[in-house]
């Protein structure tokens, strides 16, 4: 068993930042495969960014490449989004999620079996 708590959501202006924290609690951290989802009021929650159990592969959604970043710390059991150059379009609940048998990068929400509550972001225009 696993528990995720995310942490770091707000209100921001377009074009500012954000650094989403996901804390990590439970058994051996490395042999999760992690990942950031997020939903928007209406919409299907969708894939954001996913990182492999040793940390050395990052994936992301086309929309947010090149401006997050996904990372781990391993000492301190937590997963990190940067998030830069936000959208009010990006304004959202963000998800973190994690896997132990999954495949890393998955863009699947079925592919996770624990979620975290979610941390609220919005971008203003």
């Known amino acids: 068993q696993v528990q995720l708590g995310e942490s770091g959501g707000g209100l921001v202006q377009a074009g500012g930042s954000l650094r989403l924290s996901c804390a990590v609690f439970?058994?051996?951290?490395?042999?999760?495969?992690m990942g950031w989802f997020r939903q928007a009021p209406g919409k299907e929650r969708e894939f954001v960014s996913g990182l492999s159990r040793s940390g050395g592969f990052t994936y992301y959604a086309d929309s947010v490449n090149g401006s997050f970043t996904i990372s781990k710390e391993n000492a301190k059991n937590a997963v990190y989004l940067q998030m830069n150059s936000l959208r009010p379009k990006e304004t959202a609940i963000y998800y973190c999620?994690?896997?132990?048998?999954?495949?890393?990068?998955?863009?699947?929400?079925?592919?996770?079996?624990?979620w975290g509550q979610g941390t609220q972001v919005t971008v203003s225009s």
């Open positions: 999620t994690a896997s132990d048998e999954g495949t890393s990068g998955s863009t699947r929400p079925a592919s996770y079996n624990y």
């Open positions: 439970g058994r051996a951290f490395s042999t999760y495969v």
